[in-house]
Structures are given as structure tokens and as C-alpha cells.
């Protein structure tokens, strides 16, 4: 499986791509923003020749959303989340006007929701879903277990997690998820976190202050 990190907005959040030999792809948690961020995901898609089939978020946080519609739009996707953060989406542009940003509109309504132990299939290539709320309610992680990565938004970051003080979001239940859902994986599975550079889940073991 083929892994493209795209680091976009102000926030420098990670929006991801995977694809696989047949082209197919998904794009996760789209934070392309500005018109030329949005142009530029559309531009490296287009170049690399991929055919996106599926529009995921690891949570809805609005950093995550911001390009949502763009894709879902362009592409024709369904946005795809767990219920638990459904409110996060209808509230986006409310919540952004907190940090002075006029945005046009929510991200679409999730068209298809993901659960605990489901899968994500698209070319040759299948995701697991785990759901590990505490950043968000509806936190996921898409995991594959075949080629041993892990895309895990802004639930787990190199040596550090995520915050949990917004709405929904709960420290202990952030902490105790990790432990239980991430850490049993292997400890050369590949994390890729919402924000910043990627890790593994022995690194995390040993060196996350958090979790030691």
C-alpha cells in the first residue's frame, strides 16, 4: 500500500492518501482549505493517475474538515465517520468563527457511518476500523493489518497525544483507549498521527510519557 502525507493549512494537519496497484484510493480527513490547497490535492491525484473511491475521517474536528466537501463534491464520495462526531460537522462553521475564520458551509452530512471492527475496502487493499474516543468522541483509527500501518489522526502523536479539553473529549478515556486498542498492535506498526511526524507503536511504548 502506497502512503502520500500531504501537509496542509495553517495547522499543518495531515491529510492522508493511500492507494495500491490498482490506483484506487482513499483520501482521509481532506484539511485543504485555501483554493490553492484544494487545487493542489486535485492536481496530485490527477498526476499520480489515482481514482479516489472513498472519503474517510479519523474524527471531524474542524482542521480535518475543511476540504471535505471539496473532495466530496468533486469526486462524488460519501463522507464517512463514526456517529459519535457527527455534531462536530453540523457545528463547523459556528466553531470556526471562534477563531475569526468565515467559513461557506459544514462539511457534508456523514453519508456512511464507520463502527468498531468494521472494514474499508477499496483495489486490493482493506482498513480496520478501531474506534479510540477521547480526543473526540468519535475518534478512529484505520489500521491495516497486512502492511502494518496505522492512521490515527489526533489520538496518538510522536511521544505526545491528543488533547482532550474539547467538547466530547476526555483524558482518561484518551489514555485507557491507546493502552487497550493501539498499543496490543505490533511494535513495528507504523503510526501516522493527525498532525506532525510519524512514529511506531514500540517507539510510543517505551518513549510516549503519556503511556510509560
Not at 480535518?64 to 453540523?90: C, P, Q, T
Not at 478515556?173 to 503510526?191: A, E, F, P, R
Request: contains cysteine; aromatic residues 8%.
Amino acid at each position: 500500500m502506497n502512503i502520500d502525507i500531504l501537509p496542509i493549512n495553517p495547522w499543518q494537519e495531515n491529510t492522508y492518501i493511500l492507494s495500491d496497484e490498482t490506483k484506487e484510493c482513499v483520501i482521509i480527513d481532506p484539511g485543504c482549505l485555501a483554493p490553492e490547497e484544494r487545487e493542489s490535492v486535485a492536481r496530485f491525484i490527477e498526476d499520480k493517475g489515482y481514482k479516489p473511491v472513498r472519503l474517510l475521517q479519523t474524527h471531524m474536528h474542524l482542521d480535518h474538515v475543511f476540504g471535505s466537501k471539496f473532495i466530496a463534491e468533486k469526486y462524488n464520495l460519501k463522507l464517512e465517520a463514526h456517529k459519535d462526531d457527527e455534531f462536530w460537522g453540523e457545528q463547523t462553521v459556528e466553531y470556526a468563527a471562534n477563531f475569526g475564520m468565515e467559513l461557506d458551509s459544514n462539511p457534508p452530512a456523514i453519508g456512511n457511518y464507520l463502527n468498531e471492527g468494521g472494514t474499508i475496502n477499496f483495489g486490493n487493499s482493506e482498513l480496520e476500523v478501531i474506534h479510540v474516543p477521547g480526543h473526540s468522541p468519535g475518534g478512529i483509527v484505520f489500521y491495516c493489518k497486512e502492511d502494518k500501518i496505522a492512521i490515527v489522526g489526533d489520538v496518538l502523536f510522536r511521544e505526545s497525544i491528543g488533547r482532550a479539553d474539547l467538547p466530547g473529549g476526555d483524558f482518561e478515556t484518551l489514555v485507557s483507549n491507546i493502552k487497550s486498542k493501539l498499543l496490543v498492535l505490533d511494535d513495528d506498526v507504523k503510526v501516522y498521527p493527525g498532525h506532525g511526524p510519524e512514529s511506531t507503536i514500540g517507539h510510543e511504548r517505551t518513549n510516549n510519557p503519556f503511556l510509560t
